[in-house]
């Protein structure tokens, strides 16, 4: 079963899995492994969510055996990273860690789901159980955006993180410029006419992003082909992307599974893209909190910690234990 809202629109919708119509499918960051949900899309009356079976019970034990990194792993590593970034004069590389939370006897997911969707009514919400795989997750990046009579394509340059109450400094504004360059050169290959916005603040729950939207018109038969340039972006990966995405499988000491990568929504209209960020894996005895951040040459390990902690807080502050 499948759970999910759209971006500033409070209907819940599922998909009926009695035709095979391709719904919703998810990607792993990789690209190796996918996950669908075929059938129509619907809209869940939401007494019938209070009713739905969404229990730990249902949910696989945590087999992977593996710890959360620790700070002191964390910034170690991260200079690490920094060093390669000098090195090879990198504009950014993306580096996450996970945080698995154990501090629980049940979680209530209806009732987390919900705060999260109170919580990001901006950002795409999703929960579903595969039988195999439980994810649960809310987050604002578009990948792509396209409009099925119009041909009109959008997505987003969405890089550097604070706190809302800071002011950016120059390491978030230069974090940003190379992903909205990258963005440009891909379009540019597809269309010859781009609109591209001012870069402005994107607010995200207890924390804020620098942003700038682009539009074109593409032609349909070339859509699977910018989504495949488009990703891994420079926001979940970095560039040059296959020299980052090397240094990232050296450093992480996990795989990504479908954290950072996407959710494709298909509905009449439109196909829609979102980049799987803040989010988790949930098993019957943890969850699994998936953080990450772009770093650059002037980044500081301590900072990056308190950054994706913050990150982290968009699940957990969330979660409805006991």
């Given at each position: ?106 979680i209530n997911y209806r ?196 950054e994706t902690e913050l ?12």
């Amino acid at each position: 079963m499948i759970y999910f809202k759209l971006p500033f629109n409070e209907k819940l919708l599922s998909a009926d899995q009695k035709s095979i119509k391709n719904a919703v499918n998810l990607f792993s960051y990789n690209g190796l492994d996918q996950i669908s949900f075929n059938g129509d899309i619907f809209e869940i009356n939401p007494t019938e969510f209070d009713h739905a079976l969404i229990t730990s019970e249902t949910l696989n034990d945590d087999t992977t055996d593996s710890p959360a990194e620790t700070k002191e792993e964390y910034c170690n590593t991260l200079q690490k990273v920094i060093e390669v970034i000098k090195e090879n004069n990198l504009p950014k590389l993306v580096y996450s860690r996970r945080k698995i939370f154990t501090d629980f006897n049940t979680i209530n997911y209806r009732e987390s789901f919900k705060n999260l969707c109170k919580s990001y009514p901006n950002a795409f919400r999703y929960l579903f159980n595969d039988g195999q795989n439980a994810w649960m997750g809310a987050f604002s990046e578009v990948l792509g955006k396209f409009n099925k009579s119009t041909h009109e394509f959008e997505t987003m340059a969405l890089a550097g993180t604070l706190p809302v109450s800071e002011e950016w400094s120059e390491k978030e504004i230069e974090e940003q410029k190379p992903v909205t360059n990258y963005i440009q050169d891909i379009l540019k290959n597809y269309s010859d006419s781009i609109d591209q916005s001012e870069t402005y603040d994107h607010i995200s729950g207890n924390i804020k992003h620098l942003r700038t939207d682009f539009k074109t018109t593409i032609q349909p038969e070339d859509l699977d082909r910018i989504i495949q340039d488009l990703h891994p972006t420079p926001a979940v990966c970095g560039i040059p992307k296959d020299f980052c995405n090397e240094n990232i499988r050296k450093y992480e000491k996990f795989p990504r599974e479908f954290y950072a990568g996407y959710i494709k929504v298909e509905t009449e209209d439109s196909i829609l893209y979102f980049v799987n960020l803040r989010c988790a894996r949930l098993y019957k005895d943890s969850v699994h909190v998936f953080v990450g951040g772009g770093i650059t040459a002037q980044s500081n390990p301590e900072k990056e910690w308190r950054e994706t902690e913050l990150k982290s807080e968009a699940i957990l502050k969330n979660l409805v234990v006991s």
